[in-house]
């Protein structure tokens, strides 16, 4: 009895998917590049916005999964996930997202209406894209690129700090590097599952079209990133290494991968990766520090 239960709480653990949690680091941003993250009163804030973006994300994670089960039981890897599988129902998971939504949006309001309206616009983005917008070429790509814009954008809010142009730029080419990348990971994996006459796309990009689409994004990924840091102070210049070296990474890691991975997966298991991110952010916020002291 007491075995099952705890297992039931790992499933419904699991379709949180905290691992995925990762993606709403996005959410501070505007304070690793304001110089603001030494103050603890903003920090605390910023660090809020995380949290309620982490319980708000793991709501839409529930909803698609619901909506997905039957596509969701064919993929080789999504099979296993807790409602494909049957170890939560359809409606558990419904029911989650459902009180998910009412506590972060209540929380959003009464600590901010800005972070709130844009925490209900990140929710109603997920929501078209798990009913129509991923089945659209190219809209399902724009679609995860504004959603973490959307998450960069609340960091800034809660704050009353603005992303620069060319942030803005660099972050939603970022987003879109990694979702080319992915839809190239799902095509991949989907050429391996038609050959057992099954299907599970929701858009079929043509693969020369995604390795196109995944140089294309890590250019202007580069391109706008440098032409930020020559336009702040000199030591923001050498910012750019880390940055350049960490995506050429991803990109070999990508090109190398031989089963379905997404990016967090890709992040998390190769420890130079997360090296090179951690680098970066340090190095970011000692330039910030000494140019302000």
Known sequence: MAVGYVNYLYHLFSLLRPKQWIKNLFVF???????????????SKVSLAFG??????????????????????????????????????????????GVLVLVVLLAGFRF??????????????????????????????ISIGVSFLLRAYAGGVIINLQLTSWIVVTLFMLALFLGAGKRKGDFTTAQRQEMKGKSFLTTQYPLQFLESLIFFSLILVNVAYLLYTISRPRPFLFSYIFVFYGTLRYLYLLQNSVTYSDPTDIVLKDHTLVFVIVTWVAYMMAATYLRSS
């Open 29 to 43: 941003t505007p304070i690793i590049f304001s110089g603001h993250f030494f103050l603890l009163v903003e920090l």
């Open 52 to 97: 309620l973006f982490c319980l708000l994300s793991s709501a839409c994670y529930a909803l698609n999964d619901a909506l997905d089960v039957e596509r969701d039981k064919i993929h080789p890897i999504k099979k296993n996930r807790p409602v494909a599988s049957g170890q939560i129902s359809r409606k558990t998971a419904f029911s989650i997202t």
């Open 112 to 141: 901010d209406q800005r972070l709130a309206l844009l925490m209900l616009a990140y929710f109603l983005l997920n929501i078209a894209y798990s009913l129509w917008l991923k089945h659209l070429m190219i809209v399902d790509l």
